[in-house]
């Protein structure tokens, strides 16, 4: 079985919604329901899921659905992978490491930020929502080429 790792660059889990969308649980097509998209459990924007790995589920093919972001360490995630690969003997076939290569936007960045007071919660929402709007085909292009396999993976 397969395994799809999404990273990215980023504070906001830009990353994991690229996972989503190619787990099914996001939309490829137009933009996600608003609703929809701020039930999934990693856009809790104020807890800090930085740097751990998230778990999408699987698409339809079976291969498991990864996500990690990792601010200012995109080398260190490739290091940490490969010391993975050979510490536990794993065929590289069987691990697709996928960056985003998507950036925060301002947007994104202060809705983090104001999501994570009660008080300013909803505007916080309000900006991230129109900064995944900005990203959004962008990641779901991405997540098209993955699936037909013409991403460039290490």
Not at 26 to 34: D, M, N, V, Y
Not at 38 to 45: A, C, G, I, K, Y
Not at 113 to 137: D, E, H
Request: glycine share 10%; aromatic share 8%.
């Amino acid at each position: 079985m397969r395994k799809i790792i999404y990273f990215s660059d980023s504070k906001f889990p830009l990353a994991a919604l690229a996972g989503a969308i190619h787990a099914g649980l996001l939309t490829a097509e137009g933009k996600p329901e608003r609703g929809k998209l701020w039930e999934l459990p990693f856009m809790n924007l104020r807890k800090n899921k930085e740097g751990k790995i998230i778990t999408l589920g699987k698409d339809v093919r079976g291969s498991e659905i990864f996500a990690i972001s990792v601010k200012g360490e995109r080398g260190m995630v490739y290091r940490l992978i490969e010391s993975f690969l050979e510490m536990y003997k794993i065929k590289e076939g069987e691990l697709r490491l996928i960056d985003s290569g998507i950036k925060d936007n301002w947007l994104l960045l202060a809705g983090l930020f104001l999501c994570r007071s009660n008080f300013l919660s909803p505007v916080g929402r309000l900006l991230a929502s129109a900064g995944i709007r900005k990203a959004y085909g962008r990641l779901a292009k991405l997540v098209q080429d993955v699936k037909a396999g013409l991403t460039n993976v290490p």
